[in-house]
């Protein structure tokens, strides 16, 4: 059982940035790939970004690249989502969320273990 906990949402004006953070209750946080969703209200859960368990492959959803940034600490049981230039569209729910493979998969059933939810609001 992984247990995680998300942290650092908050409100914000465009242009701004955030970090959120998700501590893991596992030792064995590291072989885990990890990833951070976001869902909107109305719409579905989608994928924003994936590492893999060693942090050396990412994945970026077009609508963030160049402007999200995930890492990960396997000393520390924590990922990471720095969030630079945010955007009014970025407003949403952000999980974060485990599933055991070397790389983080695209697809939401992949992930068997997730976070409660951490509101971020961007204000125009």
């Known amino acids: 059982q992984v247990q995680l906990v998300e942290s650092g949402g908050g409100l914000v004006q465009a242009g701004g940035s955030l970090r959120l953070s998700c501590a893991a209750s596992r030792r064995t946080f590291s072989n885990y790939a990890m990833a951070w969703f976001r869902q909107a209200p109305g719409k579905e859960r989608e994928l924003v970004a994936g590492?893999?368990?060693?942090?050396?492959?990412?994945y970026y959803a077009d609508s963030v690249k160049g402007r999200f940034t995930i890492s990960r600490d396997n000393a520390k049981n924590t990922v990471y989502l720095q969030m630079n230039s945010l955007k009014p569209e970025d407003t949403a729910v952000y999980y974060c969320a485990a599933g055991p493979y070397n790389l983080a998969p695209l697809s939401i059933y992949e992930y068997d273990y997730w976070g409660q939810g951490t509101q971020v609001t961007v204000s125009s």
């Open positions: 590492i893999s368990w060693s942090g050396g492959n990412t």
